[in-house]
Structure formats: C-alpha cells, structure tokens
T-cell receptor, first 112, second 112 residues
Framework: GQNIDQPTEMTATEGAIVQINCTYQ??????LFWYQQHAGEAPTFLSY????GLEEKGRFSSFLSRSKGYSYLLLKELQMKDSASYLC?????????????FGDGTTLTVKP | GAGVSQSPSNKVTEKGKDVELRCDPI?????LYWYRQSLGQGLEFLIY????????KSGLPSDRFSAERTGGSVSTLTIQRTQQEDSAVYLC??????????FGSGTRLTVV
C-alpha cells in the first residue's frame, strides 16, 4: 500500500510565501500530483512531478525528491483566494495508468 | 463535453433504497475514476476504468457497490440498500492515460 502524510492545517499571511510538505512511503514510484480544493468544490489539478527537481508554474512550484519520498508545494505572493485545501496524490506504481492515492489534504488559511 | 459532468448534484435517499450516480467524462479521456469524500476527509478510491481493460474494483467498500462504464464513456455508480455511512460526496474524474485528473462537481449523497 501507500502511506501519504501532509500537515493538517497551515496559516499564512497575504503576500507571503508558504511551503506545504508531503511525504510518502510506497513500494515503487510512478509520479506525484498536487491538487487544490476550495471548500464545497471539486479538486483541480495543479502540478505533476515524476523526476527529481522543481517544476514552476506561475506563483506555484512543486518539488520532488524520490530518494527521500518527499515533495512540497510552494505558493508565492499569497492571495486570499489561495485559501483552500491542498491535496498530495501518488500514482499507483503497479498500474500502467493513472489510479492515485490521495493524502488527507492540508487546509491553508491566508490572512490579511 | 468540455468538462466532467455528474448527476444528480444532490441526492437524499432513505436508508435501504438503491441509488444510481452518473458520470459523463471528457470526450477522449480513456481513464475514469470514482472516489468519495466524507466531510473534512481525504479522497477514498472506489473504482477505476481504463479503456477496455477490466476495471480495478479494489476500493469498493462492500458488495452493495457496483459500477459500469458503457461504450467507454458514461459511467454509473450504483449503491444498493444504502446505509447512513454511505453519506458522502461522490466524485468522478477522468484523465488521459497517466495524466492529471479532471474532476466533476460531485454528487452529494445523504442517506436518512
């Protein structure tokens, strides 16, 4: 099976930078996703990492270290609308395609 | 279609009744997934369809749950003899093989 750990809650200030960590323990590795979920809405895809390093996409970046079983999502220039739950998901290494196991999510609150 | 469409958006049913939840994925997406999310919880995998392959049913919690996907497109999740613990938001997602998920808006199921 797969075990995914994320902090339950984080708080940050508008305009600041926040890093949301995710650690995973799996028997293999086949890619890691980050999703954003606003309250009462469905998750939306943010990023995908399969190789070590940093993937940057505007204000959001995602980092992966496969040897450490570790990823983080970095949010810069925080805005109030970034208040949401952020879900880390690891693709099942035993399938040829996309079934993923999700962490319980990190609820980020951005304060003025 | 332009996005993943789920119906109904809300369903209230009496304990013991059967319910059917429908998902219409993005045209051309070969993979389709069902997850459920209880209030404040992470996403729990239910079932996964990939092309013409046999579905991965490993997440279905009991034999009261079943799903089918007709013609490689629309999927129906059926819950028989509903119980109160079945109350949750049922999320459908689709993807290209190995890609990030696009989620539907979900069906909020309440069993009374």
């Amino acid at each position: 099976g797969q075990n995914i750990d994320q902090p339950t809650e984080m708080t940050a200030t508008e305009g600041a930078i926040v890093q949301i960590n995710c650690t995973y323990q799996t028997s293999g590795f086949n890619g890691l996703f980050w999703y954003q979920q606003h309250a009462g809405e469905a998750p939306t895809f943010l990023s995908y990492n399969v190789l070590d390093g940093l993937e940057e996409k505007g204000r959001f970046s995602s980092f992966l270290s496969r040897s450490k079983g570790y990823s983080y999502l970095l949010l810069k220039e925080l805005q109030m609308k970034d208040s949401a739950s952020y879900l880390c998901a690891v693709r099942d290494p035993n399938t040829n395609a996309g079934k993923s196991t999700f962490g319980d999510g990190t609820t980020l609150t951005v304060k003025p | 279609g332009a996005g993943v469409s789920q119906s109904p958006s809300n369903k209230v049913t009496e304990k013991g009744k059967d319910v059917e939840l429908r998902c219409d994925p993005i045209s051309g997406h070969t993979a389709l997934y069902w997850y459920r999310q209880s209030l404040g919880q992470g996403l729990e995998f239910l079932i996964y369809f990939q092309g013409n392959s046999a579905p991965d049913k490993s997440g279905l919690p009991s034999d009261r749950f079943s799903a089918e996907r007709t013609g490689g497109s629309v999927s129906t999740l059926t819950i028989q003899r509903t119980q109160q613990e079945d109350s949750a938001v049922y999320l459908c997602a689709s993807s290209q093989t190995g890609g990030g998920y696009t989620f539907g808006s979900g069906t909020r199921l309440t069993v009374v």
